[in-house]
């Protein structure tokens, strides 16, 4: 393997990715989302599995700290290990939306494939319920939680890493959307 050309092309891909992906009025409607919710004196409800979780818990923090939007995420592994054990694995995410969600809430999921139950299985209970849904995902493009959101950020890949990283930055870009420029203390 010449590692050279590797890097060259996976740096390559990233940037088609982001440079080819319009994402523009999706990062815009969820900043009007996300601004009404914080409006509402409602709150964003982040959840993933795996990395994913770990973006979603990155999110919560920018969007509470540097966006001044209300923001909590299942990431802490009483709660998870509790809901998972009481309810299910597939329902544990759907269980902790009724736990803390209200209407008026948005729910932001993140899955690269977007098949995961319990993620899925939550988007279908908020969006009976009032609450606002929207996904990240990457795999197949008709995957059920992008078809379960109202607005769905979806790359055409399935290299999980790439997802992830592009997710991350969508994502983000979002919050700086928010705050209104990318460069700001964090004190």
Known sequence: MNEELFIKKYYEKCSDFLSNCDVTENIIEAKKIILETKSADKKLIFAGNGASASIANHASLDFTKQGKV??????????????????GYDHWVEKAVE???????????????????????????????????????????????????HINFWIDSKAYNIIEGIHQIWLLSICDLIIGRTEYSVS
């Open 70 to 87: 209300k923001s909590v995420n299942f990431n802490e592994s009483a709660f998870i290990t509790a809901f998972a054990n009481d309810f």
């Open 99 to 149: 736990h803390y969600g209200e209407v008026g809430d948005t729910l932001i999921l993140i899955s690269c494939s977007g098949t995961s139950k319990n993620v899925v299985n939550a988007a279908k209970y908020a969006r009976k319920s009032g609450i606002h849904v929207i996904t990240f995902t990457g795999f197949l493009e008709s995957n059920p939680l992008k078809e379960a959101g």
